[in-house]
Nanobody, 116 residues
Framework: QVQLVESGGGLVQPGGSLRLSCVASGFIFRTYGMSWYRQAPGRERELVAAITNSGTSTNYADSVKGRFTISRDNAKNTMYLQMNSLKPDDTAVYYC?????????WGQGTQVTVSA
């Protein structure tokens, strides 16, 4: 079955960096686009970044452009989110997602807290 496992979250000071990872299994990773979402308390889940199956095309939410970088390693069935210049507003649970045969599959999420 499809499994997505996120890691790399934690507590970081404003201006700091974190690198999130999403390890995938149960499907042919290299054939599917992937995405990162986040959900802050009291807010709806929002798209942060997305990447095509080959990794050659990406897109970002305006709020993270120039600070976050999405990437993937198809040999390792892993997607990444490099987050730099973090702000308190980036505090959220971050999820990876894949859409396969009309179904969204989500990981369990990893908490990112940006606070002094």
């Amino acid at each position: 079955q499809v499994q997505l496992v996120e890691s790399g979250g934690g507590l970081v000071q404003p201006g700091g960096s974190l690198r999130l990872s999403c390890v995938a299994s149960g499907f042919i990773f290299r054939t599917y686009g992937m995405s990162w979402y986040r959900q802050a308390p009291g807010r709806e889940r929002e798209l942060v970044a997305a990447i095509t199956n080959s990794g050659t095309s990406t897109n970002y939410a305006d709020s993270v452009k120039g600070r976050f970088t999405i990437s993937r390693d198809n040999a390792k069935n892993t997607m990444y989110l490099q987050m730099n210049s973090l702000k308190p507003d980036d505090t959220a649970v971050y999820y990876c997602k894949v859409f396969i045969r009309w179904t969204d599959y989500w990981g369990q999420g990893t908490q990112v807290t940006v606070s002094a």
